[in-house]
């Protein structure tokens, strides 16, 4: 993201708490796969992560453009933002949505730190990204509802007091179109039974986990919105998720892109700089290049989300082009580091394993491009 002056105290504020959060920190966590409890509550305290929580309800009242910047600007400090980009994003779908009850219950607590909103369970083993195909079921009896089925890829839910959860409140064959017969519910996992997390081991410390439901029982009052109208109420939310994220690698491309650069500029190899060779700069220009192309592409996205504009093309592409580019900038920077790219302590093949989930995930290439062609170019759907 551009800087300009309403952003640059932000930026300055993220940078300075990021600078007692170094590598070996990271590295450390790294190694045990372990939750960075100290970040996330430096984060807390200094009201980033109630970023997009209105004032009145105790947050810091921030637009999409700022919450972006904050997230690029954890990832340029060379940190990991996974760990806060949910808490940012899922409070869309409770902003826009949840009732003013749910709001004056949760949204203080959360921004205050008492209460962790960092799980989103929507994938299932089964459906994948095609969540209209989605099994887990949520049945009403009496005052609650009985859901039962399994959720895959719900990051921190062993570290969240809550849950936005995707489930299916009338059977699929029963539905009036594709989209409806889904309710998004508020979950306390704190008061339920019948819940189980199971964490799953990856490449990069994500904390990642599958979640099993049987005969879960949770109150009507968890229901966001109305009852069978939840898929179009997570569209919000995953649009903001795009856009974070997006900015996360835009934030991730400009670390891998600094580091290559002053490496080139310092590693003398037959009596020259390396990066006085055009095989060594052509790449990291190129990386730049793209990185800010990337960069322009979110900013339009996210302008667009906060004015309350259709911005389903636009932050589909700003994830798109900026995974692309943080990936590109990542693998030019561990072959400008040649077999330092490869150590421990350089950060660099850390950061590399981080950036590269984002050309899967939240969502896949594939599934970007046929968006784009259906509801951009107006060609048949293929899926």
């Not at 989209?179 to 704190?190: E, I, Y």
């Not at 029982?217 to 995953?238: K, N």
Request: aromatic content about 8%; proline content about 4%; some cysteine.
């Amino acid at each position: 993201m551009t800087d300009s002056v309403d952003l640059a105290p932000i930026r300055d504020a993220v940078r300075a708490l990021c600078a007692d959060f170094p590598g070996e920190y990271w590295r450390a966590l790294d190694r045990e796969r372990a939750y960075p409890d100290k970040f996330v509550a430096a984060l807390t305290k200094a009201g980033f992560l109630a970023a997009l929580i209105p004032e009145e309800f105790g947050g810091s009242g921030l637009t999409m453009t700022a919450a972006a910047a904050i997230m690029e600007e954890i990832q340029a400090s060379g940190c990991n933002g996974a760990a806060c980009h949910a808490q940012m994003y899922t409070m869309g779908t409770l902003l826009r949505h949840g009732s003013p009850d749910q709001k004056a219950r949760y949204l203080p607590a959360i921004a205050r730190g008492e209460l962790r909103l960092q799980a989103f369970g929507v994938t299932e083993p089964t459906s994948g990204t095609d969540t209209l195909a989605l099994r887990t079921t949520a049945v009403r009896d009496g005052d609650a509802y009985v859901i039962n089925g399994q959720k895959i890829w719900t990051s921190r839910a062993e570290h969240s007091d809550l849950m936005l959860l995707l489930a299916r409140t009338t059977p699929r064959e029963q539905a009036e179109k594709r989209t409806a017969g889904l309710t998004v519910f508020l979950v306390d996992m704190r008061a339920v039974q019948g819940l189980t997390v199971r964490p799953i081991r990856t490449m990069m410390n994500h904390a990642t986990t599958e979640v099993f439901f049987e005969n879960m029982r949770v109150p009507a009052e968890a229901v966001i919105g109305r009852e069978g109208e939840g898929f179009r109420y997570i569209l919000s939310g995953m649009n903001a998720e795009r856009i974070l994220i997006a900015a996360e690698c835009i934030g991730d491309a400009k670390w891998f892109i600094g580091k290559a650069a002053a490496y080139a500029g310092e590693r003398v190899v037959f009596g020259r700089p390396i990066g006085q060779n055009q095989g060594v700069q052509f790449p990291i220009a190129r990386a730049y290049i793209g990185m800010r192309a990337a960069e322009l592409m979110v900013r339009e996205a996210a302008t667009l989300y906060e004015t309350g504009n259709d911005c389903g093309a636009e932050a589909n592409m700003a994830k798109q082009l900026a995974a692309e580019a943080s990936w590109a900038a990542a693998d030019m920077c561990v072959q400008t580091h040649g077999g330092f790219g490869f150590a421990e302590e350089f950060d660099i093949e850390r950061k590399f394993r981080e950036t590269r989930l984002y050309t899967v995930a939240p969502i896949s290439t594939n599934l970007v491009l046929s968006y784009i062609a259906e509801h951009v170019l107006g060609l048949p759907r293929s899926y």
